[in-house]
C-alpha cells in the first residue's frame, strides 16, 4: 500500500525562526511530490518536485527531493505568524490516473 | 481567471437525509478530483472524473456515495443516507487537459451530520 509519512506532525517556533519539514514515502511507479499550505480554507499549492537534487525555491520558501531516499524536504526561512498553518505532502504516480496520495500533514505555528 | 469554486461551504443534515456537493473546475480544466478529510486525519482520495466520465472511483465508498461531472455544469458528489461518520470537510481539485498537471483545490465543504 501507498504510504506517505510526514514529521513532524507538530512544530512550535519564534518569528525569525527556520523550519524544515520532512517528507518520506513508499509508493510504486513513483511520478511526482507536491507540497501544499493548508490554512483554514483550500490548500494552497506550493511546489511540485520530479527530479532528484533541484532545489524550488520561492520566496522564503525552499523545497528538494531525494529519489534515492524517497524523501523531500520543505525549508522556510525567517518565519513569519503568516506561515502558521499545516503543511501537506502528497505523491503522484505515473499510473493510478494521478489520484494524490496524502501525508497526516505537519502542523506549524509561529509565535511572535 | 477564478479558482475552483465549490458549494455549499458548510452542509448540516440529518441523518438519513442527502447531501449535494457542488464543485465548479477552474475554467480551462476538464479534470476534477474529489477528497475527503476527516477530522484529525489527512486528504483521502475519493473519486477522480472527466466529463461525463468517472475514471478511477477506487476511494469512494461502496454504498451511499456517487460522483458525476456532466456535460455542462459543475461536479456532484453525492451522499445519501447519511451517517455521523460523514461528517468531514469535502475537498475538490481540478488540474487542466493533461491528468498529471498540479492540482489545484476548492475551498472545500464542511459536512456536519446530526
Known amino acids: 500500500e501507498d504510504k506517505v509519512v510526514q514529521s513532524p506532525l507538530s512544530l512550535v517556533v519564534h518569528e525569525g525562526d527556520t523550519v524544515t519539514l520532512n517528507c518520506s514515502y513508499e509508493?510504486?511507479?513513483?511520478?511526482?511530490l507536491l507540497w501544499y499550505k493548508q490554512e483554514k480554507k483550500a490548500p494552497t499549492f506550493l511546489f511540485m518536485l520530479t527530479s532528484s537534487g533541484i532545489e524550488k525555491k520561492s520566496g522564503r520558501l525552499s523545497s528538494i527531493l531525494d529519489k534515492k531516499e524517497l524523501s523531500s524536504i520543505l525549508n522556510i526561512t525567517a518565519t513569519q505568524t503568516g506561515d502558521s498553518a499545516i503543511y501537506l505532502c502528497?505523491?503522484?504516480?505515473?499510473?493510478?490516473?494521478?489520484?494524490?496520495?496524502f501525508g497526516e500533514g505537519t502542523q506549524l505555528t509561529v509565535n511572535p | 481567471n477564478a479558482g475552483v469554486m465549490q458549494n455549499p461551504r458548510h452542509l448540516v443534515r440529518r441523518r438519513g437525509q442527502e447531501a449535494r456537493l457542488r464543485c465548479s473546475p477552474m475554467k480551462g480544466h476538464s479534470h476534477v478530483y474529489w477528497y475527503r478529510q476527516l477530522p484529525e486525519e489527512g486528504l483521502k482520495f475519493m473519486v477522480y472524473?472527466?466529463?461525463?466520465?468517472?475514471?478511477?472511483e477506487s476511494g469512494m465508498p461502496k454504498e451511499r456515495f456517487s460522483a458525476e461531472f456532466p456535460k455542462e455544469g459543475p461536479s456532484i458528489l453525492r451522499i445519501q443516507q447519511v451517517v455521523r461518520g460523514d461528517s468531514a470537510a469535502y475537498f475538490c481539485a481540478s488540474s487542466p487537459a493533461l491528468s498529471t498537471d498540479t492540482q489545484y483545490f476548492g475551498p472545500g465543504t464542511r459536512l456536519t451530520v446530526l
Open positions: 502528497a505523491v503522484q504516480k505515473e499510473t493510478s490516473g494521478s489520484r494524490l496520495t
Open positions: 509508493v510504486t511507479n513513483f511520478r511526482s
Open positions: 472524473l472527466q466529463k461525463e466520465n468517472i475514471i478511477d
